[in-house]
């Protein structure tokens, strides 16, 4: 395959035809911001905060959107870049109300990012906020449009990545916003809550409302597990705090077979957890029909006296076990062993078949 | 499935024959899409409902419900008869072809849209698309197993497969899409009354003998009951002491009544669960277990991907892991298992699991393996009959189209199948405690076509009582031309209306699968 030789910040770099520079910047280690660009959706090159110098090119450039040529000698850290990328941010802060106090996103929120690393210390314009009311109207998803940079990061997800086919811009100017069809709110619109727009908002605009004021992302201890409700079996971080699963997150980076996605069962299916309706210690049933709680000691005994007795009056045949879809292989495997070596019979299934 | 997850994108053509997977799998759905969108493939729809996929379909099949294996006949048909088949494949991959092309021959798409209602223009259309496809995926879901003929049904979408050379291939094979989290595991676990880990029989005095020096005791040879003979055995008394662990068969198995009637002929019933499930409520003794954020272990994956389950938070109270609880009883009853960790475990299973055999913890860390794995150096398999089928040469089946097992009458003038919807799961134990599921989905709806509701005087949002051989249940209608006419639906998440009262316990003779998407009922208006 041929390569490309271009220069990145006076480094000499080895590129692959229709690479972006932005890409050939990131394989390399070359920071370079972005906002609007969003890994395995269209490139938009919309946000310009990623613009970059390129020799002989009059106006600087968006890296995300401009594949790399040869011998091109590009800059990612001049005055002129610097002062571009603090224009763009001023001007996103100030046409927004991003109060970091009260927003669930803070501490994981691009847009703060940005401000911090620019070293900006108060926009030159006046912050003037839109003025849109919080959408309250479910329980799953909040969005407060007031802290929406219009980046469209949600709007291809929900498109692009799972196709889904709810969120679009609409309006033009100063009033342009995203969100279903009619500006309708999520609950009234086709969402099916697969929470891929939450994951995909740079800032504070759309959040987890399950979630709101029960961690801060720096309390937030994040295990990686695999979603227990369909085949799928997308992998996921379970977000602990305080002994509590609050939250499900994808990740992008674990890959296969679900490259970040979850659905509404695997994102905000996970109440039962920490229900507390859950058994906490084993029942007997007594002679008048009633559960009583038992400790352990006593449950085995009980279970064991009465499998021995049967299997003695009746033989091993008269026993059956049934597994779950819902246990590990672990389990599913000792299960079996135990009823075909314990009781000796091979009367075991599960619920597949259902 | 024989392909992977991620191939489906890829796929050219895309046959989705009985699943409903953006409701079910929602992330494959997406995947569906994507290849339809973003990459240029063809989607065939087969189902009796308008469901969401048919939105992106080149070519949409609306069969009568139950006669799946009379229209993959017809499409067959129509490859052969147009000599679109992959020749060379059928010769020297296969065998059984003769057979297979004798019985497919009565199947003419005209007679086969007398039988399944669909125009023999698109099941012509759709037989080529297929076969003229460079790479084509099956995808299909409990739509195709859940039937009396169910059996007949898998073999009969494995033989298009074969047909047109499109298993062994990359994003093609024949992909069934397991609804439930570990149901493959649960298979490749050996639970299952004829085979042991690895599906390897139980009648096989090789397979015994190598068990038994694992395991160290003697072995029964006799294939076991399955789970609707079990129930039926407990029923008759046969079966005097149930174990069940993590299953609410009170509300996922068919025709309920005989099942509370069995349940109540115990001796001993043990149900060990995370909630005191309508089943549990039977038990004699109840035993809390962890959930899967409460602990360690694996699951298996649609694709035969096995990954790992982490623990994250503590397990309520006194519950424990399932593994825990099963080693501790197991030792209590004189058969010590002492199981530090369930990586301990799948060092084990590594040992009389060949498909398993290289999969460890380490090795799956930070991404799962695809069985076979037979060695700690194997990368796993991405998809299976590359070279050469399991069995040498891909078997061609025979298969005759035999109607559901219950038909419409005068009595019952309907159909009713049954499913999932999106925002539930099975038995509904844990979604129904979902704030968002609640909210989005709260009640039972049961699907009517708005003609069918007008002839039967059923109106939108009002009760309707929903009457099949074996009883009723009450639940909102919803009018809605997702349905065919003549055809309702309903979900099984909520135990309000239990829809397992209504369905037929009648098993596909093999896979013992009952026949949930076809049985025979009446709809009437409840009143309020
Ligand atoms: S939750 Fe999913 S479906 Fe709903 S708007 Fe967001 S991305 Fe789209
Ligand atoms: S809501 Fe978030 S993701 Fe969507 S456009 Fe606004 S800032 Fe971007
Ligand atoms: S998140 Fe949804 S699609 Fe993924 S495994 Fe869980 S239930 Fe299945």
């Known amino acids: ?354 | 499935m024989t392909n992977s997850i991620d191939e489906i994108e890829f796929a050219d053509v895309i046959f989705a024959i009985g699943t409903n997977t953006t409701e079910n799998h929602p992330v494959i759905g997406s995947k569906v899409k994507r290849a339809v969108r973003y990459h240029g493939a063809k989607l065939i729809v087969v189902d009796p409902r308008d469901i969401a996929l048919t939105k992106y379909a080149e070519l949409w099949l609306r069969p009568k419900a139950g006669t799946n294996v009379a229209l993959v006949n017809g499409i067959m048909n129509v490859i052969i008869s147009e000599d679109l088949q992959a020749k060379d494949y059928v010769k020297e991959r296969t065998e059984g072809f003769e057979a297979m092309k004798a019985v497919v021959a009565k199947f003419t798409p005209e007679r086969v849209e007398e039988i399944t209602g669909v125009p023999a223009a698109n099941i012509r259309a759709a037989a080529r698309l297929y076969a003229k496809a460079g790479k084509a995926s099956i995808l299909y879901c409990m739509g195709v197993t859940q039937h009396s003929t169910g059996t007949d049904s898998v073999k009969n979408v494995a033989n298009l497969a074969m047909l047109c050379g499109m298993m062994g291939i990359e994003s093609g094979g024949v992909n069934p899409l397991r609804g439930q989290g570990n149901v493959q595991g649960a298979c490749d676990m050996g639970c299952l009354p004829n085979v042991f880990p690895a599906y390897q029989n139980v009648t096989v005095d090789d397979n015994r003998a190598r068990f038994q020096k694992a395991w160290g005791v003697k072995l029964p040879a006799n294939v076991g009951l399955t789970i609707v003979e079990i129930m039926n055995a407990a029923h008759k008394g046969d079966i005097k002491g149930l174990y069940v662990m993590g299953e609410n068969l009170m509300m996922s198995d068919p025709d309920l009544h005989h099942v509370e009637e069995a349940l109540k002929n115990l001796d001993l019933l043990v149900v060990q669960d995370i909630f005191l499930t309508e089943t549990a409520k039977f038990a004699h003794v109840v035993l809390p277990a962890a959930s899967f954020a409460e602990k360690d272990g694996t699951f298996s994956n649609t694709e035969r991907r096995v990954q790992r389950v982490r623990k994250a938070v503590a397990p309520p109270g006194m519950a424990k892991p399932d593994w825990q609880i099963l080693s501790g009883l197991s030792t209590k009853m004189g058969y010590p298992m002492a199981y530090a960790s369930p990586s301990e475990i799948m060092d084990e299973i590594r040992k009389v699991t060949p498909s398993y055999a290289g999969i460890t913890y380490r090795r799956i860390e930070r991404r799962g393996i695809q069985w076979p794995c037979p060695n700690t150096d194997h990368p796993g398999t991405k998809y299976l009959h590359r070279d050469r089928f399991s069995r040498g040469l891909g078997l061609f089946s025979a298969i005759d189209y035999i109607p559901s097992a219950e038909q419409t009458d005068k009595e019952y003038p309907l159909i009713m199948t049954t499913g999932r919807i999106l925002y539930h799961y099975h038995t509904g134990t844990m979604t129904r405690l979902a704030r968002g599921s609640m909210e989005r989905y709260p009640e039972s709806l049961v699907e009517i076509n708005p003609r069918d509701a007008e002839r039967f005087g059923i109106e939108d949002e009002k009760l309707v009582k929903v009457t099949s051989r074996r009883g009723s249940v009450t639940a909102k209608a919803s009018l809605t031309d997702r349905s065919p006419e003549g055809t309702i639906f309903m979900n099984f998440h909520f135990r309000e209306a239990a829809v397992n009262l209504l369905t037929n316990s009648v098993l596909d003779p093999l896979a013992k699968i009952p026949e949930y998407k076809v049985s025979a009922v009446r709809i009437e208006a409840a009143g309020a």
């Not at chain 1, 490139?43 to 594949?67: D, I, K, Y």
């Not at chain 1, 939450?198 to 399950?210: E, L, M």
């Open chain 1, 1 to 354: 395959m041929n390569k490309i030789l271009i220069t990145i910040d006076g480094r000499q770099l080895e590129a692959k035809p229709g690479q972006t520079i932005l890409e050939v910047a990131k394989e390399n280690g070359i920071y370079i911001p972005t906002l609007c660009y969003y890994a395995a959706t269209r490139v938009v090159g919309a946000c310009r905060v990623c613009v970059v110098e390129v020799e002989n090119s009059r106006t600087l450039v968006a890296s995300c959107a401009m594949p790399v040529s040869p011998g091109m000698v590009v800059k990612t850290d001049t005055p002129r870049v610097r002062e571009s990328q603090k224009l763009v941010v001023e001007l996103l802060w100030s046409a927004g109300d991003h109060n970091c106090l009260v927003c669930e996103s803070n501490g994981q929120c691009e847009l703060q990012d940005l401000i911090y690393w620019l070293k900006i210390e108060k926009p030159r314009f006046k912050i003037e906020a839109p003025g849109y009311p919080l959408e309250k109207t479910n329980t799953m998803i909040q969005r407060d449009l007031n802290k929406c940079v219009l980046c469209g990061r949600c709007i291809r997800a929900c498109n692009e990545i799972q196709v889904n086919e709810v969120l679009d811009f609409f309006e033009r100017g100063s009033k342009m916003k995203v969100g279903p069809a009619f500006d309708a709110d999520y609950i009234d619109s086709n969402c099916v809550f697969c929470g891929a727009c939450v994951d995909a908002c740079p800032t504070g605009a759309i959040v987890n409302k399950q979630s709101r004021f029960e961690g801060r992302p720096w309390d937030l201890q994040k295990i990686r597990t695999t979603c227990g409700y369909c085949g799928v079996g997308c992998q996921m971080d379970l977000n602990v705090y305080d002994g509590k699963v609050v939250k499900v997150t994808g990740n992008k980076e674990y890959g296969t077979p679900n490259q970040g996605s979850l659905c509404v069962k695997g994102r905000f299916g996970m109440e039962f957890i920490h229900h507390p309706s859950r058994l906490k210690t084993p029942l007997i049933k007594q002679a008048n029909g009633e559960f009583k709680e038992a400790d352990w000691d006593e449950a085995y005994d009980f279970i064991a006296g009465k499998l021995k007795s049967i299997k003695k009056k009746h033989g091993a045949d008269s026993l059956a076990g049934l597994s779950s879809a819902r246990c590990t292989n672990e389990e599913n495997y000792l299960f079996q062993k135990f009823m075909r070596t314990v009781i000796g019979t091979n009367n075991v299934d599960h619920c597949a078949r259902l």
